[in-house]
């Protein structure tokens, strides 16, 4: 079963021209995500969120999930001026410029992912870090998008997580250690004087699961979590009891609170239900 989220709509959506908009689309085993940013407007007038009643098994059936949505969703049959779609898995390593050879890409990812033989791997470069992140998207899905839409960018979201932090905060001095949070995964960024120290996720399934790798994590880099606050991205609210738990063991949590470049305040004004710290790699794909 397919079950709409959330969504959200400007007002000035039908009379928007789609031929000068960007669609953005986040996939995962538990859910399909998608956005639409006027060029003209400069601002987002479309932003609807599904998820599965129970995670996706295997890439067909992810791919029959998402063909229903889109016998369901007129607007993404629409025909854009750019498209970009995000693979979030946890089949991506980074590894150091330094040390990346083309020639041994699978290599790269078989200490930590299962890699079968006919499996397609991409490659994408993170910005002003020198390194490479390697992944396995989801080929069928690229395949069905490319008849629909025919050229688009395909991206990990891992790569636009780590670009867009390091955009909002290559120029601090400060240690920030950020928690993204999906409905069974988590990915782990610590920065130090806009560097990036460590990324790394993890699939959870239980709130303990969860704060294990958060307190192992902290506890790898020499973090206090008494000192070292906890910023959270994604889906995750102050009522949730993963919130409650990182509350527990944590002084300080906070909410990734930042002004992105590509969306006016209005546009938070106009959509009270939806924080900042809400589809971070959605809202950074354009």
Known sequence: MILEKFQTQNKLSESTNFGKSHLSIQISLDGFSFCIFDKDLVDVIFLKKFEFSERAQNPEQLLNFIKQIFEKENVLKEKFESVNISHQNNLAVLVPESLYDSEYKADYLKYSVKVLQDDSIAVEDIENYEAKNVYIPFTAVNNFMKEIYG????????????????????????????????????????MQNGEIQLYNSFLYYTKEDFIYYILFAMEQLGLDPDSQPVTFIGDIEKEYSLYSITYQYVRHVNFLNINNFSLSDDFYQLNSGLNRHQFFELLNQF
């Open 151 to 190: 050229e688009f960018e395909s991206l990990h979201t891992s790569t636009v997580l780590l670009n867009s932090l390091l955009k909002y905060f290559k120029n601090t001095i400060k240690k920030y250690f950020f928690v993204n949070v999906s409905k069974h995964s988590i990915e782990l960024v610590y």
